[in-house]
């Protein structure tokens, strides 16, 4: 677990950490419904991010894009750890959601249309 937190540290900026912190507990079980969603659209944003990048590294790796920046990208290993860690802390983000709906939908009084 501890290489894990480290790999994440390594990979992820500042404000990326404190979003994948807030995706874990018992952080995400305090957040109200407004923040969560919030959290689930600014992980989305950075994940599309990510992901946008690692096909674009990908794509100079291979010769079948010009390099972006001023030299040609030798790795991207770092922006696929990135984009797994983006996808990891929306996954348990949205098993939040889901959970939240679950327990609503057993509340008493509410009825179940089928």
Same mark, same amino acid.
């Given at each position: 677990m501890a290489d894990h937190r480290k790999e994440e540290a390594r990979a992820l900026s500042r404000d990326e950490r404190e979003l994948a912190q807030a995706a874990r507990y018992p952080r995400l079980g305090r957040l109200t419904d407004a923040d969560l969603?919030?959290?689930? #659209? %600014?992980?989305?944003?950075?994940r599309? =991010?990510? *992901?946008s990048i690692a096909n674009r590294q990908r794509?100079?790796?291979?010769?079948?894009?010009e390099p972006a920046g001023s030299a040609a990208?030798?790795?991207?290993?770092?922006?696929?750890?990135k984009l797994h860690f983006l996808n990891c802390? #929306? %996954?348990?983000?949205?098993?939040?959601? =889901?959970? *939240?709906?679950?327990?609503?939908?057993?509340?008493?009084?509410?009825?179940i249309a089928g």
């Open positions: 969603q919030d959290l689930i #659209l %600014r992980l989305r944003e950075r599309d =991010r990510a *992901r794509r100079e790796i291979r010769g079948k894009a990208v030798g790795a991207d290993a770092g922006s696929h750890s802390a #929306l %996954r348990r983000a949205q098993d939040e959601v =889901r959970r *939240r709906d679950s327990v609503e939908d057993l509340r008493p009084g509410k009825t």
